[in-house]
Nanobody, 121 residues
């Protein structure tokens, strides 16, 4: 099993930047596909980006967000730039064994507790 803990959320003005981090323990991130999702009240959890041997981004964050993984520190980061009010959500990191890319939250076995990102206009 792997335990995930997110950090780095907060309040930022539109156009600003934030960096989220997901610290993993229990297993090396190198053996997991990892992803970021986000969720707002009353809506389904939404795919943001994922990383294994490949990178995948949702269209609504492509060019603004960058996902990365540090196998030495056993962490995964999400650098978010040019933030918009519609990016406001709770952001979750997730992991699943293997390297195949999935965009559905149903395919992920492990989740962090989430970190709030609020973008003011």
């Amino acid at each position: 099993q792997v335990q995930l803990v997110e950090s780095g959320g907060g309040l930022v003005q539109a156009g600003g930047s934030l960096r989220l981090s997901c610290a993993a323990s229990g297993r090396p991130v190198s053996s997991y596909q990892m992803a970021w999702f986000r969720q707002t009240p009353g809506k389904e959890r939404q795919f943001v980006a994922s990383i294994s041997g490949f990178l995948s981004y949702a269209d609504y964050v492509k060019g603004r967000f960058t996902i990365s993984k540090n196998n030495v520190k056993n962490t995964m980061d999400l650098q978010m730039s040019s933030l918009k009010p519609e990016d406001t959500a709770v952001y979750y990191c997730a992991a699943r064994p293997g390297m195949e890319l999935f965009r559905s939250p149903n395919n992920y076995d492990y989740w962090g507790q989430g970190t709030q990102v609020t973008v003011s206009s």
